[in-house]
């Protein structure tokens, strides 16, 4: 079989009515008698079509006619379709498609297709003529319920319609049920590629399906990944989180496994291994895995590809709980059979392993840290939180880290999975939803294996705490496709689908680096929950505060509107002649470090507020070296979350900028505004702080 092919028109039929689903229309012999006789029996007027298999967007050729009155229009349209069907390259056909006119309605498409890592993805929207062009539908994965539909339908301006925008409703439970049959259709028939249903004519009660396309081809299975045995979770547990390691491949400094030593000396008991050395480090070294003390909770492995198999399976043989190999010359250089090697021995002792080829784990509470990027070279993190990231790039973990790093904030955990051909992502967040020291995650993705039990585990963890994904490589890509659901339906889409259905906040508006995912971290790790997203935005120097002010509004959050208190408060404070109460505050270039308290405090008292921007110019005179002590004690006594931004590049700037971080209290600049709104909708969501 053709690599994918449309069926015929009397097999679509056949395949859809048994899901329920009906479809308008009977297959005539090409001639005026017999069509002219079935249109007698449908009543006019009709529509006729052809029924190429071939033929993909049939009225881009001329071949559907809509509106057939009588006999004699019947007669012109037959002669026109077979001429233009002619025209387009095609063979006449024996049998024409002939279908009662529908009457007028509301255009819906209900579309399918089979995701090669999340199964089948079911899309509802708007039909007709300019799917591509009005792209107004929404996606979702597996088997969908009632609610899902009405999620997903609520997500579409179609939706809105359907449910009487303008006019009177129209029958949404049609479009539900159709959509939950495709659903079972796609997942009991993993052959049929792609569906489109469009248009589904809607009315106030019922539907009428004019026009059905289905391709079929080779079956795409999305393997069913069972639960993670609770053995396994434990190996991969200890190896995240070990009392005791033993590092395989353990050197001098300006060795890898120098320097992995060195950044791993605060585990409680560390074991380093080399044939070679007596002493690495004023630790007493041991010359194989069998001299040691005790089975150590995580193997971490330096050493090269072929040597770190053996010494895998050694590790495994002496009780060793659960490991990290390090080592490149794998998968990523063409030596999959190493890495399916590792896979084996893994599942024959029930040893969890993270990589090989990757950065490995940093966990601040035992003292881990298996990146070997020399000390100097890059920050280091000791004070934990509960920040955990996850990242499929060791690069971008370590871009993070330094981020943070720079801006004085804590971390928690940070795994690197580099190829993964043992524990994948899901599996890391498995273990850090269930971890206790954890409150929030973010992760950096790039591709997954297993779309379903990325899914499934997803949905568990974000109902205990927020995970925040960015990802790279969703943009271009996209695959030859026959239907309109295929192509609005990209890889892209599966994903966004994916992280709704899960919980996950995807940010899909990213700058062009991961600082936005570490300014939310930020911003939800060193304040109080905001109830709401009321904000206000207090300013030394006007024109900061407009331009934030604008943001605010433009990424969804509003601003406040203050009490009179407030007002009052603000006028007596900035002694101006009348009731002063506009949001953005600006408190004038002659503003001190007791007025710009004092407005603050005023402002976090205001229940109309649910959070606070300061912009401030700490260049302007009587702003004092005093503020940063002062604001640093403020913030301690604040109960909505504050964020402050000093504006401008100078030396005095960058100085109180980096003075304010030490003390714990972290400043921003770009990209902040974007990073705000969405710490507040996790607020919301959660209701707590993290
Ligand atoms: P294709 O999508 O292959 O071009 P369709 O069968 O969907 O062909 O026909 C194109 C358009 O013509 C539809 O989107 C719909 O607006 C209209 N149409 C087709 N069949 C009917 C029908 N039986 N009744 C009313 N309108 C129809
Ligand atoms: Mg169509």
Redesign the pocket.
């Known amino acids: 079989m053709a690599d994918r092919k449309q069926i015929s028109f009397y097999d679509a039929k056949t395949l859809l009515e048994k899901y329920n689903i009906k479809v ?2 009977e297959l005539c012999t090409n001639n005026i008698d017999a069509l002219s006789d079935a249109a007698e029996r449908v009543g006019y007027p009709v ?1 006729l ?1 052809t029924n190429s298999e071939e ?6 050729i001329g071949a ?1 006619i ?1 509106n057939i009155k009588n006999r004699e229009e019947l007669g012109n349209a037959i002669n026109k379709i077979n001429e233009n069907i002619k025209k387009a390259g095609y063979e006449m056909q024996k049998e024409l498609l002939l ?4 009457a007028p309605g509301f ?1 819906i498409l209900v579309g399918a297709h089979q995701d090669p890592v999340f199964g089948p993805l079911i899309i509802v929207g708007s ?3 300019y799917v591509e062009l009005l792209k107004d539908s929404a996606p979702a994965i597996g088997l969908l319920t009632e609610e899902d539909v009405t999620e997903m339908l609520s997500l579409t301006k179609a939706g809105k319609i359907i449910d009487g925008y303008r006019g009177e409703p129209l029958d949404k439970k049609v479009i539900i049920s159709i959509a939950m049959n495709i659903s079972r259709l796609m997942a009991e028939n993993r052959d049929i590629l792609e569906i489109d249903l ?2 589904i ?1 809607l009315y106030k009660d019922g539907f ?1 399906l ?2 059905a ?1 289905i391709i079929k081809g080779n079956p795409v299975f999305v393997e069913a990944v069972p639960e993670i045995p609770q053995q396994r979770k434990n190996s991969l547990n200890k190896a995240l989180n070990p009392e005791s390691a033993v590092i395989i491949g353990a050197s001098h400094p300006g060795k890898m496994g120098g320097i992995i030593f060195k950044n791993c000396l605060r585990i409680k008991k560390l074991y380093p291994v080399n044939p070679k050395l007596d002493y690495i480090q004023g630790v007493k070294c041991y010359k194989s895995l069998k001299e040691l003390p005790e089975p150590p909770d995580a193997g971490i492995f330096i050493i090269n590809a072929e040597a770190a198999v053996p010494a895998f399976e050694e590790f495994c043989k002496i009780g060793g709980k659960g490991a990290i190999i390090l080592s490149d010359g794998f998968a990523e250089v063409g030596r999959k059979d190493l890495d399916d090697k590792l896979f084996e021995l893994s599942g024959k002792y029930g040893v969890a392993y993270i990589g090989p080829n990757c950065l490995g784990v940093i966990n601040n509470f035992t003292g881990l840290n298996s990146f070997f990027i020399p000390e100097h070279r890059t920050s280091i993190i000791e004070k934990p939180n509960g920040i955990g990231i996850i990242s499929q790039s060791g690069g971008i973990g370590m871009e993070i880290i330094e981020m943070m790093e720079s801006d004085n904030m804590r971390l928690g955990k940070l795994v690197s999975i580099g190829n993964a051909s043992g524990v994948g992502i899901a599996e890391i967040l498995d273990n850090m939803g269930e971890d206790p020291d954890i409150s929030v995650i973010g992760i950096y993705l790039e591709g997954i294996k297993n779309g379903r039990q990325f899914l499934d585990i997803g949905k568990k963890v974000t109902k205990k705490k927020p995970v925040l994904i960015i990802k790279g490589g969703t943009g271009g890509g996209a695959e030859a496709t026959m239907s309109h659901t295929a192509s609005l339906a990209g890889n892209a889409e599966a994903f966004k689908a994916c992280c709704r259905q899960a919980g996950f906040y995807f940010i899909e508006t990213m700058t062009e680096d991961p600082k936005i995912l570490v300014n939310i971290l930020s911003l939800l790790t060193t304040n109080p929950m905001a109830a709401g997203n009321r904000v206000a935005v207090v300013s030394v120097g006007g024109g900061a505060g407009i331009l934030l002010a604008d943001q605010v509004t433009d990424s969804g959050m509003n601003l406040a509107v203050f009490s009179e208190e407030t007002k009052h408060a603000l006028r007596d404070l900035i002694k101006a002649k009348k009731i002063f109460g506009a949001n953005p505050v600006d408190l004038l270039g002659d503003c001190d470090d007791d007025r710009l308290l004092e407005a603050i405090k005023i402002i976090d008292k205001d229940p109309n507020v649910d959070g606070i921007i300061t912009a401030i110019y700490l260049q302007v005179p009587y702003l004092s070296e005093y503020l940063p002590d002062r604001l640093v004690d403020l913030k301690k006594s604040l109960t909505k979350p504050m964020l402050v931004s000093p504006r401008g590049f100078s030396e005095h700037v960058f100085n109180t900028r980096k003075y304010l971080n030490k003390k714990d209290f972290p400043t921003y600049t770009i990209p902040m505004i974007q990073p705000m709104s969405i710490a507040f909708k996790i607020w919301k969501q959660y209701g707590r702080a993290f």
């Open positions: 308008s229309g529509v079509k033929i993909v967007h049939k009225s881009d559907v809509l279908q009662k006119m529908a255009e039909g007709g003529k469009n248009p004519v009428s004019v026009d396309r």
